[in-house]
């Protein structure tokens, strides 16, 4: 027996305590239940959030970014030397130059390259999962486990009570991880919006700058150095909604 979640549409069982798809707590069912063993698997909190306002982001998580922001740096350019190490080598195969004059070019391209591997390795131990990263890597492995279960109970390979207990404690592992993972990724979009209004803050400022200078109100030297400060400070914010936005994205 089966029956439709209310939150997402997916059908359940008609016993299901929690949606396995969703994590919704399902009220009980219209028809009278069959009874079942009793469960050892707790139940899923209710998540309360009663935390101050977010006034500025944690600095272990611009940190993260900033790493993040680098190996995507690291990346591109490791791109480019690749290509251009293709093209030197499609001219050797060509024979469109000597030997010695493109060994001359190709060999200082393999060592940045070797160097470059050497720091994104170095780069990647340093980065560490976020909350909502580590809340969604669980959600969807008890989802994983309770759709192999659902195989194996069809194909008979699980008896009906280990089934009705497994699946019990993954639908309110479920539960628990969409509520954690729920929490901190809303916590996690108040980071980006504020790391997006303090972008778009510096861009006005600059802009602002801009027109001072242009009316004569400030000084040519005095522009110069806070341009670049202000620029500087731009681009680090842009890199850093840019990674938060696709890491976010990705879940």
């Known amino acids: ?51 101050e306002p977010v006034t500025e982001v ?22 480019e030397f690749l290509e251009e190490l293709d093209r030197l080598e499609k001219e050797l195969e060509q024979g469109d130059r000597s030997i010695a ?45 309770s759709e192999k279960l659902e195989e194996l109970k069809e194909s008979g390979k699980v008896r009906e009570s280990v089934y009705i207990r497994l699946q019990d404690e993954y639908e309110q592992g479920m539960a628990e991880s969409d509520a954690q993972y729920q929490e901190k990724v809303v916590l996690a979009r108040e980071w980006l919006a504020l790391l997006k209004a303090q972008y ?6 600059l802009s602002l700058l801009d027109a001072r200078h242009s009316v004569g109100e400030v000084k040519e030297t005095d522009y110069k150095s806070r341009k670049e400060n202000l620029e500087k400070r731009a ?11 696709a890491v976010l994205r990705d879940f």
Do not use: W
């Open 200 to 205: 778009k803050a510096v861009r006005d400022e």
């Open 1 to 51: 027996m089966s029956r439709i979640c209310p939150n997402c549409g997916q059908s359940v069982k008609d016993s299901a305590k929690f949606c396995k798809y969703c994590g919704s707590k399902l009220g009980a069912p219209v028809s009278t239940p069959v009874s079942r063993p009793v469960t050892t698997g707790r139940a899923a909190p209710t998540v309360v959030s009663d935390r």
């Open 58 to 79: 944690p600095a272990e998580v611009l940190a993260q970014l900033k790493i993040r922001a680098q190996l995507m740096g690291i990346e591109d350019e490791e791109s």
């Open 235 to 245: 681009k680090i914010l842009g890199h850093q909604v840019e990674i938060f936005e």
């Open 101 to 145: 004059e493109l060994e001359k070019e190709i060999k200082p391209l393999q060592k940045k390259i070797k160097a470059l591997k050497t720091k994104e390795r170095k780069l990647k131990s340093k980065v560490k999962e976020f909350d909502f990263e580590k809340a969604g890597k669980e959600r969807q492995r008890l989802k994983e486990r």
